[in-house]
């Protein structure tokens, strides 16, 4: 090969060089260097929700950062979308209001939870529900949505009540409750006219409208108005009940308890399989899965109460945590992509009953 051969193609390499350390710099610059080499960046979010007092009908997230941009979606303790926000930018945004659009999906108050969606249809509005959760997917942190939860409580009226509302004057019911009774509760109702009135009265729980009964008060009257509610339509944990007249309400809190608490224990685990004790508080089943929640494994259908020494079979792929998570229902008909249609997670104020297989005896974990 020629010297000038040489000297030339030395030229060009040191001229690719430079043209590749130009662009480089000029994405580090505006933060795009990982896509013009073909890594991209998992899109990242946080947020803060903190518990408040509320007129309803709008809520306030103290801070949310967004990688990507996207929508911060209010979801009630059943998983309900209760109120979504205008589209957001990437970047950290405090203080933000969200209000319903609705009025027909319930009062925001009880535990809500806020979760930070992606905006992946570029609609600039949101699509999650109306695409079949394929576009505008919530951001993952650490395997899970990103999200945050807030007891969220309405405002007591001051002074006198508005004039043509019966006013409440008490709310009367039980502290805690199992899953499988009939609970009273019971509202004090004033008509503060000085004509007779007839106006509806209601029982709401996280803010839905269970039941609605038509009362007549003369003028100054006071009764009592009595709901039977059956818990076992809840969920386990803190639950806010609510009495309503058209413009005056009151709130108080009933708390959930399994009749028969879900208890989990893991024994002994190996590679390949797990032997756990456990108590279902409704016929159900086991599963073994990941951080992302794929199973590896599932049980027989289990009956409910106590079983000892289960074992469940599973295949884990390479280095993986793997949980024992406990579900109601049916397994039958699993999809990857959505779940257990016939069966649900066995949970405690939005928290999954499970337990994290050990690596060892010392490292058994339990929740």
Do not use: C, W
Request: charged share 25%; net charge negative; proline share 4%.
């Amino acid at each position: 090969m020629s010297s000038n051969l040489s000297l030339g193609t030395a030229k060009l390499l040191l001229a690719l060089l430079v043209a590749i350390a130009v662009v480089l710099a000029a994405g580090l610059a505006v933060g795009q260097a990982p896509a013009l080499f073909g890594v991209e960046e998992e899109p990242e979010a946080s947020i803060t929700f903190s518990d408040q007092t509320t007129n309803g009908s709008s809520v306030e997230v103290e801070s949310v950062t967004l990688s990507d941009g996207g929508f911060i979606v209010i979801t009630n303790s059943a998983g309900e979308t209760v109120a979504v926000s205008d589209r957001l930018d990437s970047g950290t945004h405090e203080n933000v209001t969200i209000a319903q659009d609705d009025e027909d999906s319930g009062d925001l108050v009880g535990q809500l939870t806020a979760t930070v969606h992606q905006d992946t249809a570029n609609e600039g509005t949101y699509m999650f529900e109306e695409s079949d959760r394929e576009e505008d997917r919530p951001y993952i942190g650490d395997g899970y949505p990103v999200s945050d939860t807030a007891s969220v409580t309405l405002n007591e009226s001051e002074g006198d009540a508005p004039t043509g509302s019966f006013q409440v004057e008490s709310l009367s019911l039980p502290t805690t409750a199992t899953t499988n009774e009939t609970v009273t509760v019971e509202g004090e109702i004033r008509n503060p006219r000085d004509v007779e009135n007839r106006q509806h009265v209601e029982i709401r729980v996280n803010g839905e409208v269970l039941e609605r009964k038509i009362v007549s008060l003369e003028a100054g009257e006071t009764t009592t108005v009595s709901f039977e509610l059956e818990t076992a339509s809840l969920e386990p944990g803190d639950r806010t009940i609510g009495i309503y007249t058209t413009d005056h309400g009151q709130l108080d809190t009933l708390t959930i308890q399994y009749d028969t608490p879900p208890e989990l224990e893991v024994l002994e685990a190996n590679e390949s399989t797990v032997t756990v004790n456990v108590t279902l508080p409704e016929d159900g089943f086991l599963t073994v899965e990941n951080e992302s929640q794929a199973v590896r494994g599932m049980s027989e259908n289990l009956s409910a109460g106590t079983h000892e020494n289960v074992t469940l079979e599973f295949d884990a792929e390479g280095e993986e945590t793997l949980f024992v998570v406990l579900y109601s229902g049916e397994p039958d008909e699993y999809d990857e992509e959505e779940g257990f249609p016939n069966a649900d997670p066995i949970v405690i104020d939005g928290d999954r009953i499970q337990a994290a297989l050990p690596s060892d005896e010392d490292q058994i974990q339990e929740r």
